[in-house]
């Protein structure tokens, strides 16, 4: 039995009953799956019965930290949150990080499962044992920071982490998300699933440190990693001083950062006003995650014009796609504005933002007018119907109630065709990476288990000038399957399951990533992972969250794309021309299925099953 | 010399050169003026120099609790915050509540005095008896609640209670206010004498507990409080439960609510919006300061339309009044939400608003126009405007930079007359009460300290059926010099200098209040002090005060009204016909001097001064 870093205790909340009980950590759940989204997506599998609605009670709400978390591991206080998402009906799995998780793992917990729902709005509190429920009624309809402070100063201790979600969750909006402090687990619609249990936010305490089972062996291993992060070409000073921000002029010179719902990708007008050097300039301060060295976050502040005084941690790359160039807007007050409002009222600003720009697309086609907009002029560019419709959203009012719901649903009910330019996949919008132009990352958003989603296998290999686990053209087709095989198992271990911070793997560790997640997980805990083994860990954990999604109906049809991408060219700028052609996506599909060992339709065979100790219900 | 109640060390902070020390609390001082405004404004006097800018490094901001403060004696939790005021140039002296005066009395001080001015944007924190000065400028620009945040993370420690400036008191706005959590220390430009030193916030945290004198003699004496505010005919269950908006209706029936800056008085059309029903409707939540059974603030959170997701600790009465009824705004929502962002920009919220409708009126009558207000149609009733018009008082943009400077200046900047209906006594705007409907709190405005403040002499005999220290009728003019001297003094010295919730004074405590503050800090200090010796602290204060108003050349010209009061009489409603004519005003004044013992032109006469032993510089 580990003898350290895990803490050996999942907590079990039965909302209807507001009960909690302690259950041991199973020794064979740790071999297989590690921690994090890997420990979450199994009981996942295990206990929500396929065809479960995702926000009907019997749906559950998972927070898992790693082995890790709060051990003083560089960037390893995440957290993954998981429930069945009711955006895409597939596994809904997000990452957050900032002090929760750490407080979490120090209030002695690996995971907490939520279960049922509470007859009211409820929030309860973790002091190391002890859990308190407590109402939530008088926190109804409150935005994240307020209902922060509240809580905080309801538990007499303001040293309390909360993680909660805003009037959007409570109303279940299928985009909400969960918000701690300002950090987000942001996609796939977890905050719904929150709402619909009642459960406003969870209080967390944690005064114990975790032990580390190998004192020296652990110090080596992060001194391994420190060295690696600290010889990183981009790490410092790059990105330590600006962020994710670092690359959208880069995006936008390789023609891939995605303009107007993806309709102008290539054009560079934007830039000027969402590019580094104006992101640079609104920058206060950086804020880093419990035992983060690198501090990327970075926190801008407007002080004049209209969005004066609003403050976000953030934008980020993704964001200032989505409420920045999406919808045409390139006044990056207003999209720290929005940034800050999707944060309070609990909403994905990536999903948020790409369906506000599909309607704009729909606006300036004439297939929605002033009628359906409450007589908003929602033409691209227009920050303050951007901002007002984000309200809306929340709020579920009008126009809002039917994009909340994502691009998808909201495609198949406006019809004539809006669903071909309705930018998501399996129902989840698209990241900002225009991928006729990174066929990787293409495949990557076709294939992710979570739907459309960049941090599942993100291809940094096309991004950045890195040869692991092979140098690649981003253009190219051919080899594909393999890098995203490898992108995606590799990332599900380290960043998923540890969890550390994606950014480490895309910028310092890649070469070292399993064998360094083997080092320090073996060490902390006392058991023994080899480089293998944990390479492993994050192939079963996609295989896995595979059949969860096979059982939920999900097969090779819902491996592809919106058809603008197969079939429009990128217009203008260095990756004119290109295109993923349904032939281009059948060859990768081909080759991923078949490095992945699944058969033709996408479906792991018995042998892969049985290599990874798999077995289907 | 006190063995309780008083921490008996006073800290003096110079900004200038970064430094702290702390020097004995003088026993002559607690006897003379008990704690709180009177520590405060006795070393304002002896202090800073006559005619010395209140934007100068020269100027002193005090903050300074008293002897109650933190012992368990119920509402006790209150600070006066000094210094010579930039909007007047008169005594500046607000009070605040909420934690953080309990907990800068726990850390171990009752009196902070901070001098000079830092180089840089700078705020200090305090742990008991540590010190540190630490770097404000990545906090420049910022809201007050992420201000706070800010700081708590960075101190590592969200306990601490932060007082803040926002935006507003960094650019020195002359009606900023200063920021606790969500309570303020609001009139008269304090935030703008913080800001001068270029001193962002002060955060506190105390772990020690004021010990008491004579605990059984303490124990009783606060039964005996307590008994009152039990009984009092309107503390519980009704103010307990609405707050201070529990008397908009009263003041509408009464004709005495001012509406429209002060044209329209007397209209009831207002009430459906902002009355006592639609301000139950929105309460989610009461707050309590620290050591309050009571609970008075009604949180209010908007959770449809336009202004969702905007929470307030408020709006109180006077807030309804200045950023609805003053500037023709019925919607509550558009209330709470000009509330919150005044909190947010750290302005106060009546000096603001009043300068709004101020200039509404302007707008109306044509003297200002589009060309004026930056395109804003600033018509009584537009909150949309008037939310937008806070955000240029605010950041000093355009009209919005002129209306900052308070209605006086303003008004001797665009002339045409406009200062006749200037509201504002010394430059201090006026209160929600029309006077001319009710004389005490009409002569209460014309002589406090402060300028038109009806905290410093409230008259709720006016209001309240209260027959102490006589029954009066609102409307008459003789008596009411010597009621608004008893309603200064007393009120002087139990919330300003004790210093306990008004609300006690008015509701509870009126006949028992200068006995109760003389038991109570009698057990807790081990000093002695009668009824008698409490009331002459505060008839001492109010002298104190007139003496450095007369330094910076106030004198009965002063001690007076907007023309609009003196000449226009209320068109309608239960006060229709009231005004209060130069000869009433001239009546009153005699009469107060009178019973103060003054002179004709409103200076303390030798016999008085030796009566209080004080002495002129």
């Known amino acids: 039995m580990f003898r350290g870093g895990y803490t050996g205790k999942i907590l079990r909340i039965d909302l209807s009953k507001q009960s909690a009980r302690e259950e041991a950590l199973p020794e064979e759940l740790v071999k297989n799956y590690l921690g994090g989204a890997g420990f979450a997506i199994k009981y996942l599998y295990d206990e929500v ?203 936008t010179e390789m023609g891939i950062y995605s303009i107007k719902n993806w309709s102008a990708t290539g054009q560079i007008n934007m830039v000027p006003g969402l590019g580094r050097e104006a992101q640079d300039e609104m920058i206060i301060t950086r804020a880093h995650c419990h035992d983060c060295p690198v501090g990327c976050s970075q926190v801008k502040l407007v002080t004049s014009g209209p969005y004066s005084g609003y403050l976000s941690e953030g934008p980020e790359f993704e964001t200032t796609y989505s409420l920045g160039s999406t919808v045409g807007v390139d006044y990056l007050p207003a999209v720290i504005a929005a940034d800050r409002l999707c944060d309070e009222y609990g909403i994905d600003t990536i999903s948020a933002g790409v369906a506000i720009g599909w309607a704009m697309e729909l606006y300036e086609k004439g297939i929605l007018t002033r009628k359906d907009t409450d007589g908003l002029d929602l033409k691209f560019g227009n920050h303050a119907a951007m901002i007002e419709m984000l309200r809306k959203i929340a709020y579920q009012e009008e126009l809002g109630a039917l994009l909340g719901q994502g691009t998808k649903k909201a495609a198949e009910k406006i019809g004539q065709g809006t669903g071909d330019y309705a930018m998501q996949v399996k129902g989840l919008e698209l990241p900002a990476y225009d991928v006729r132009g990174a066929k990787a990352h293409g495949l990557n958003y076709a294939t992710s288990y979570t739907g459309a989603d960049h941090n599942r296998g993100y291809a940094f290999q096309e991004i950045f000038d890195v040869p692991h686990p092979e140098k690649v053209d981003r253009l190219a087709i051919k080899g594909k399957g393999r890098l995203t095989k490898w992108n995606q198992d590799v990332r599900s271990v380290t960043c998923d399951c540890a969890p550390m911070c994606a950014f480490l793997l895309d910028m310092a560790l890649p070469d070292i990533a399993c064998q360094n997640t083997a080092d320090l997980v073996s060490a902390a805990s006392g058991m023994s992972f080899t480089a293998g083994e944990i390479q492993q860990i994050g192939e079963r954990l996609n295989n896995i969250a595979r059949l969860f999604n096979i059982g939920e109906g999900f097969g090779r049809k819902d491996d592809t794309f919106p058809k603008r991408l197969m079939t429009e060219p990128i217009k203008e700028g260095a990756s004119k021309g290109q295109l993923i052609s349904q032939k281009d996506l059948d060859e990768m599909l081909d080759e991923y299925y078949s490095v992945r060992g699944w058969d033709k339709n996408g479906t792991p065979t018995a042998a892969k099953l049985k290599e990874l100790g798999l077995k289907t219900h």
Chains 1, 2 share one sequence.
């Open 49 to 251: 019965k396929p065809g479960t609605p995702a926000l009907d009670k019997a749906n559950k709400l998972i927070f898992a930290v790693g082995p890790l978390t709060a051990t003083g591991a560089s960037c390893s206080s995440r957290m993954a949150v998981v429930a069945k998402s009711p955006l895409t009906g597939a596994v809904g799995m997000a990452l957050a990080g900032g002090q929760f998780p750490a407080e979490m793992k120090r209030a002695g917990y690996d995971m907490i499962i939520i279960e049922g729902r509470a007859e009211k709005p409820t929030y309860f509190a973790i002091k190391d044992d002890e859990v308190r429920f407590r109402s939530a009624e008088k926190l109804s309809g409150m935005m994240t920071t307020d209902t922060q402070l509240f809580i905080k100063e309801e538990l007499g201790d303001h040293n309390y982490r909360v993680a909660c979600i805003g009037p959007a969750g409570e109303k279940v909006v299928p985009m909400a998300c969960i918000v701690n402090e300002r950090r987000a687990a942001g996609r796939k619609g977890l905050g719904a699933v929150m709402g619909s249990k009642n459960l406003k936010a969870i209080a967390v305490r944690g005064t114990k440190r975790p032990s580390i089972a190998d004192a020296d062996s652990f110090k080596k291993a992060r001194q391994a990693m420190n060295k690696a992060m600290k010889e990183s070409p981009v790490l410092y000073p790059e990105f330590a001083k600006a962020g994710t921000p670092m690359i959208i002029d880069a995006m």
